[in-house]
T-cell receptor, first 113, second 112 residues
Framework: GAGVSQSPRYKVAKRGQDVALRCDPISGHVSLFWYQQALGQGPEFLTYFQNEAQLDKSGLPSDRFFAERPEGSVSTLKIQRTQQEDSAVYLC???????????FGPGTRLLVL | LAKTTQPISMDSYEGQEVNITCSHN???????ITWYQQFPSQGPRFIIQGYKTKVTNEVASLFIPADRKSSTLSLPRVSLSDTAVYYC?????????????FGTGTQLKVEL
């Protein structure tokens, strides 16, 4: 079966540009997570959705970061006015609501010049 | 969340058993121990999870002593394809929504 997919896989943006990163979770997975992974570091939590409800956004680094999941399936992470420090891999993960295993997508590598 | 400490890197050769130990001195009563594996340009992949004693699946074993202040991931007969970063995570898993807290992980390099 299909796993978690993310697009684009690579994105180069000029500083100040807005970007949108897409995540397609595993079908039927209620929980969806976004993580940010800097080079040489482990992933860090950004935000969590249960269906369409964003229940935890404590990891979003600034108000330039915005995530949505309007129909409880596909999610989009938007970064406004990108800065060089936003350069990282953005990972999406999904899980069934009563199972703890999170399945990760391949990530989107964002480079802000 | 309990902080974890694991070696930054380890080297091994094909066919050897590899043991990666993780320290988590302030683990809480309801915390589980989970290990993830990450290859370059891929997201982390769940390997194994346990609470106490020993857990074994088709790819690894997890040994947890009685005090639960450490754990050891054991990979039997590693191959080149096991070269990856391995993360030890500790946290309570009480339902959906449990965000994962990763450390810097252990870079395992397997050579011929």
């Amino acid at each position: 079966g299909a796993g978690v997919s993310q697009s684009p896989r690579y994105k180069v943006a000029k500083r100040g540009q807005d970007v949108a990163l897409r995540c397609d979770p595993i079908s039927g997975h209620v929980s969806l997570f976004w993580y940010q992974q800097a080079l040489g570091q482990g992933p860090e939590f950004l935000t969590y959705f249960q269906n369409e409800a964003q229940l935890d956004k404590s990891g979003l680094p600034s108000d330039r970061f915005f995530a949505e999941r309007p129909e409880g399936s596909v999610s989009t992470l938007k970064i406004q006015r990108t800065q060089q420090e936003d350069s990282a891999v953005y990972l999406c993960a999904s899980s069934l609501v009563k199972q703890e295993t999170q399945y990760f997508g391949p990530g989107t590598r964002l480079l802000v010049l | 969340l309990a902080k974890t400490t694991q070696p930054i890197s380890m080297d091994s050769y094909e066919g050897q058993e590899v043991n990666i130990t993780c320290s988590h001195n302030n683990i809480a009563t309801n915390d589980y121990i989970t290990w993830y594996q990450q290859f370059p340009s891929q997201g982390p992949r769940f390997i194994i999870q346990g609470y106490k004693t020993k857990v074994t699946n088709e790819v690894a074993s997890l040994f947890i002593p009685a005090d639960r202040k450490s754990s050891t991931l054991s990979l039997p007969r590693v191959s080149l394809s096991d070269t990856a970063v391995y993360y030890c995570l500790v946290g309570a898993f009480t339902g959906g929504g449990n965000k994962l807290t990763f450390g810097t992980g252990t870079q395992l390099k397997v050579e011929l």
